[in-house]
């Protein structure tokens, strides 16, 4: 039970593409990455996952659209939709999703990550 | 499935201590709050809350101690514990939370807002 605060937890993160947890509601982990470059396509069979840039652009590639976020907003990827994350810049995201949650869903590959580090 | 810009809801919602909807994932809602003053102790016995400070100060406190977030910070309360919320000034907030949670817990009381509300 203490204050989480987002610049601070940032710059103890020097690894790109690799979520750490920094709160947890309830099953729930909010999770602070920084991400540069293409990720893969991958969907969450049994989760929506919500994505929050904190700083920089993130485009969110999906099947029929990319979405492009922005410092300051929200997008959430329904469960079961594919979706592959793309920064040109170093972006600054958050991610809420449940407990155990895989950065690459099942699709799998060497940009898979832990999903239980904390920092 | 729309990007969700903080600010430009924010500047839609002028009551305050009236919680509105933003974004949905799975059966949690994100919601924007704009808050003065000070609210009533109150707990949430099955849901631990997120609260994250977008903009101002806002202090909560617990039975046992105070707790300040300012802007880009995050608490979860625990299930559980009573809390109240105070703001000497206006302060912008996004509480994460499962759909239903009614800001005043069991407590009542005039400042009980509608827990379904979009913007």
């Given at each position: 039970?203490?204050?989480?605060?987002?610049?601070?937890?940032?710059?103890?993160?020097?690894?790109?593409?690799?979520?750490?947890?920094?709160?947890?509601?309830?099953?729930?982990?909010?999770?602070?990455?920084?991400?540069?470059?293409?990720?893969?396509w991958?969907?969450?069979?049994?989760?929506?996952?919500?994505?929050?840039?904190?700083?920089?652009?993130?485009?969110?590639?999906?099947r029929?659209?990319?979405?492009?976020?922005?410092?300051?907003?929200?997008?959430?990827?329904?469960?079961?939709?594919?979706?592959?994350?793309?920064?040109?810049?170093?972006?600054?995201?958050?991610?809420?999703?449940?407990?155990?949650?895989?950065?690459?869903?099942?699709?799998?590959?060497?940009?898979?990550?832990p999903?239980?580090?904390?920092?």
């Amino acid at each position: 039970m203490s204050t989480v605060n987002f610049a601070e937890k940032l710059a103890k993160i020097s690894e790109q593409w690799s979520p750490k947890i920094i709160a947890r509601m309830n099953d729930y982990d909010f999770k602070l990455v920084k991400l540069q470059g293409e990720f893969v396509w991958h969907d969450h069979k049994n989760t929506d996952e919500a994505f929050i840039v904190l700083d920089g652009e993130l485009t969110i590639h999906l099947r029929d659209r990319d979405v492009v976020l922005r410092k300051g907003e929200l997008f959430v990827v329904p469960k079961g939709v594919e979706h592959k994350p793309e920064a040109t810049k170093e972006c600054h995201l958050m991610l809420i999703e449940p407990v155990g949650t895989v950065n690459t869903g099942e699709a799998g590959g060497t940009m898979t990550a832990p999903s239980d580090v904390w920092i």
